[in-house]
Structure formats: structure tokens, C-alpha cells
């Protein structure tokens, strides 16, 4: 599975930015597909994810963040508002490739066995 992130920039605290991750493959529909970013200094951490009828979120961005997912298109995206300095990092899709339907979406990364290359968010105060 290969991913491809993109729709990183540069943006004032209070704006929205909308990311984007491509996948290849032919059931993305039953891919579990997650978002995971890492600030400077920082370890990676969770961010939201999606299966085929869920999504959840970590607790820092629910509310600001929405994914959602164009299985037509085999495209995640992560809707982005009300930004503030501490969502600055790089943000990373993740996916696995099931090919069965599960309950909820994975949240640990260890989960996640294929990884797009990241792309930057810079929240400006």
C-alpha cells in the first residue's frame, strides 16, 4: 500500500487547513486509515482515525478535526479548524489493509503497518 499526504502549510492560529492522503489498492474501502502527527521534540502521536463506519479522535483535537473518507477516490482526508500553535508538526497517514470489516478504528501506530511521508503544518500565534 503506498500513501501519499498532502495539503500542509503555513497558517494563522483560528485558521483551517484540509489534508489530503492517497492509497493505493483495491479494498480501501475496508482499510482502517489513520492520522497521526509529530511536533519538534516530540514523539508521534495519535491524531484521529477511520474504519468503514467510525472514526475517533484524540481528545486534544475532537471537536476541531473531522475525517472523512472517499472510497470511490481511495482518498482520507482531515478536516482541519480552529488551529492553534500546538497542532504545528508533521502530519503522517497511516493505513492497514484489512480486508475484512472491524468494530472501531485502530488508534495505536503500531497498527499501522504502511505510512505516507508526512506533510508539514505550521500554526503561526
Known amino acids: 500500500v503506498q500513501l501519499q499526504a498532502s495539503g500542509g502549510g503555513l497558517v494563522q492560529a483560528g485558521g483551517s487547513l484540509r489534508l489530503s492522503c492517497a492509497a493505493s489498492g483495491r479494498t480501501f474501502s475496508n482499510y482502517v486509515m489513520g492520522w497521526f502527527r509529530q511536533a519538534p521534540g516530540k514523539e508521534r502521536e495519535f491524531v484521529g482515525a477511520i474504519n468503514w463506519r467510525d472514526t475517533v479522535y484524540a481528545d486534544s483535537v475532537k471537536g476541531r478535526f473531522t475525517i472523512s473518507r472517499d472510497n470511490a477516490k481511495n482518498t482520507m482526508f482531515l478536516q482541519m479548524n480552529s488551529l492553534n500553535a500546538e497542532d504545528t508538526g508533521v502530519y503522517y497517514c497511516?493505513?492497514?489493509?484489512?480486508?475484512?470489516?472491524?468494530?472501531?478504528?485502530?488508534?495505536?501506530?503500531?497498527?499501522?503497518?504502511?505510512w505516507g511521508r508526512g506533510t508539514l503544518v505550521t500554526v503561526s500565534s
Open positions: 497511516a493505513a492497514n489493509n484489512l480486508d475484512y470489516r472491524i468494530a472501531r478504528p485502530y488508534t495505536n501506530y503500531h497498527q499501522y503497518p504502511y
